[in-house]
């Protein structure tokens, strides 16, 4: 447990220093004076003193199948990439299963916050096992935002698949990357690394981060993940 969990338990119960809940408050206990703004905590005595900060959450990321083998697209990376290069980023669209909005609002949230977060894009290879791609995500939506058709490849039009697709990535810097970059990764609703999970799940769309430590278990993975939608 952590100094800041530890104070945490402190407060916990106080209805007026609402913690766990992110929100601003402040509570008095006796002489003192605690403020909190949702991530530090502050003793109030004449001036303020920062006591603890609560940890940056672990940036989460975005891993999703994709496929060159459906004839009538052709090849979907050099499509984006094109789009990418001229105009500077390119919407990748996810048809079936869309993600959660909190999760789409935590995604929005660390690229608002300039953190990092990448779009994983896996295809299965016989060769090489997986082919993998990393794109910069810049925005998540569950509907293209209005006036962004200049960022959308040629042939979701062509082929009328707009209307079909339930999420929209805007990317930029997309790049060809060795299958180790997720090594590392484990899927964020269970725990299970990402690279086991993608040969035995259908699902194709998963929120993924970084193993944090020894602790980082696998749990069951919830059962609705297991849709077997392709993506473009």
Request: proline share 6%; with cysteine.
């Amino acid at each position: 447990m952590t100094d800041f969990d530890k104070i945490l338990s402190v407060f916990a119960e106080s209805p007026q220093l609402n913690i766990r809940r992110e929100e601003p408050a402040s509570v008095a206990i006796g002489s003192l004076v605690f403020y909190f703004d949702g991530q530090h905590l502050t003793r109030v005595m004449g001036k303020d003193n920062v006591l603890f900060t609560r940890p940056a959450p672990t940036p989460v990321h975005l891993l999703m199948r994709f496929s060159d083998k459906l004839g009538f697209i052709g090849d979907t990376i050099e499509a984006h990439s094109d789009v990418i290069e001229k105009r500077g980023a390119a919407w990748f669209g996810k048809m079936g299963k869309t993600l959660a909005r909190d999760k789409v609002e935590r995604v929005n949230d660390q690229c608002k916050r300039k953190v990092p977060t990448f779009l994983y894009l896996v295809q299965k290879s016989t060769a090489k096992g997986y082919q993998i791609y990393r794109g910069d995500i810049l925005q998540v939506a569950r509907d293209l935002p209005t006036g962004q058709t200049r960022f959308i490849p040629k042939y979701y039009e062509t082929n009328r698949l707009e209307e079909y697709i339930r999420l929209w990535i805007k990317l930029t810097k997309l790049k060809a990357v060795p299958s180790s970059e997720i090594t590392g990764f484990v899927v964020s609703s269970s725990g299970s690394p990402v690279l086991v999970t993608l040969g035995r799940s259908m699902a194709a769309l998963f929120v993924v981060r970084k193993k944090m430590s020894v602790d980082d278990e696998p749990k069951p993975e919830p059962k609705e993940d297991n849709d077997s939608d392709w993506d473009f």
